[in-house]
């Protein structure tokens, strides 16, 4: 926040943030939007995520309540083994009462409230308590079963609500009654998926509000050329090197690390690999964005988070897809519909793989060359998507009209809502 007024746009909106930092920080690097907070209100957070945030952002950290079992310092599902996930569900439940006392320690005058309440479907309770306007950033999925089983979504888990639980009582403003729910906020755009995107308001029953694909920029991609990575792709033929990343909360067991080892290795390609040992000490980072920019890749071997397909496809390259859980699953099914990759052979009942199915896959997308010219061409019609930073700044812009156009009876304007669909 710029309290000496040099911020040239202030908006008289108070929000009280949990959670997706890299949708904020994008909000607040890409426009002139200066939240203008009153002593009501503030973005509260953890003290890691706190560190993360730009400085236009007042902040306030809520430390998360000590649970016995949780590794200390972890304040996010990539900071713990899968199996304590729900010890660290049981972590941020525990700060529904400090934040009830924050809201209501800096709203005591009774006439002030938080014009929004931004969160993720991981906390639910957030808006349960206020008469005040929300929404949820998250995407709904349909998950085949060996998925939805592994990923234990509709499990009670150590915090005592499943995953899909957590969803469901977000969307339906916290299960407290107070909340008003006015808007999803969903990181995806009509033209990355023209065929689904429109399901997703009559099946949420809310409207939705898209902020696009958040792409990094372009820019950055050649910043790290000192990085070891980047040096050793220097000596790599042109379309040659496989870029595999799996992300940070996707830990793979031993056994299934051997599988994709060697199937890359049977496969014949050059193969770059980011391997996170979660039990070691971390190595120094691989620039993923510098590394995907690099004249040597020729394809992308990811888990499919979202971030990921879009750093991938900004650069045009074909994908090579290994979902793991949460919502890769859906995002590998929409890209492999649009012909810009394969997905490694599963077993049906398991999802388990092996490494003739990831051969299979990479020779596919980087040797053969039928097949690779198809996801190559189609890779290049959605990096014109990914790359059009107009395009996704106007899905910004839309979506701070959308907090700005907020009126005193707890309503978003309705005039708003109608020139966001013609826009889109």
């Given at each position: 926040?710029?309290r000496?007024?040099k911020?040239?746009?202030t ?10 930092y ?8 890409t426009?002139s ?30 430390p ?8 200390d310092g972890?304040e996010?599902?990539n ?5 304590k996930l729900?010890?660290?569900f049981?972590?941020?439940?525990g700060?529904a ?30 808006a ?27 499990h ?5 609500t499943?995953?899909a639980?957590?969803?469901a ?16 906020v969903i ?9 689904f995107?429109?399901q ?25 050329g ?11 033929p042109p ?6 990343a799996?992300?940070?909360e996707?830990?793979l ?35 993923q ?7 040597a ?7 499919c988070?979202?971030?990921?397909l ?5 650069f ?8 793991i859980l949460?919502d ?5 099914r ?10 490694v052979?599963?077993d ?7 490494r ?11 040797l053969?060359?039928?097949t690779?010219?198809?996801?190559v061409?189609?890779a290049?019609?959605?990096?014109e998507?990914v790359?059009?930073?107009e ?13 700005r156009?907020?009126t ?16 889109a």
């Open positions: 926040m710029d000496k007024g911020c040239k746009a908006s008289n909106i108070r929000v009280s943030y949990s959670l997706d890299y949708i904020l920080k994008y909000i607040l690097h426009t939007l200066c939240l203008k907070f009153f002593p009501s209100s503030a973005t509260v957070s953890t003290p890691g995520n706190v560190a993360r945030l730009p400085p236009r952002v007042e902040l306030v950290a809520l998360l309540p000590r649970v016995e079992g949780l590794p972890a996010s599902t900071a713990v083994p899968y199996d729900g010890l660290l049981e972590a941020f439940d700060l009462a400090p934040f009830a006392e924050f809201l209501a320690a800096t709203c005591g005058d009774g006439d002030t409230r938080p014009d929004w309440i931004i969160v993720d479907c991981y906390h639910h309770w957030a349960a308590r206020w008469s005040t306007s929300s929404s949820v950033t998250n995407r709904a999925a349909v998950l085949p079963r060996y998925e939805s089983e592994r990923d234990k979504l509709y009670s888990n150590l915090g005592g499943s995953i639980q957590r969803y009582l977000t969307r339906a403003g916290g299960g407290g009654g107070g909340g008003v729910r006015v808007l999803a990181p995806s755009c009509v033209e990355w998926e023209p065929e995107y429109p997703v308001a009559p099946l949420l029953c809310k409207p939705v509000v898209p902020l696009g694909l958040l792409p990094p920029s372009p820019d950055g991609g050649r910043a790290n000192e990085h070891a990575a980047v040096r050793w792709l220097d000596a790599q379309g040659s090197v496989v870029s595999v799996l992300g940070s996707v830990r067991g031993l056994e299934q690390v051997r599988e994709l080892a060697l199937g890359l290795e049977l496969a014949g390609a050059r193969f770059l690999w980011a391997l996170r040992n979660p039990d070691a000490d971390l190595l120094p980072w691989v620039p964005v510098s590394v995907l920019a690099h004249d890749v020729g394809g992308f071997l990811t888990h988070e979202q971030n990921s879009a750093e991938g496809l900004l045009g390259r074909p994908l090579i897809m290994l979902p949460g890769q699953g859906p995002n590998a929409l890209m492999e519909g649009k012909k810009v990759g394969l997905q052979p599963r049906e009942n398991d999802g388990s793989f092996d003739h199915g990831v051969a299979s896959a990479v020779r596919a997308v980087m053969e060359e039928e690779r010219g198809l996801f061409a189609n290049l019609k959605q990096q998507i790359a059009d930073e395009l996704h700044g106007r899905y910004i812009d839309q979506f701070v009209e959308q907090l156009s907020y005193a009876d707890g309503n978003s304007s309705t005039a708003g809502l109608r020139a966001w669909r013609a826009k």
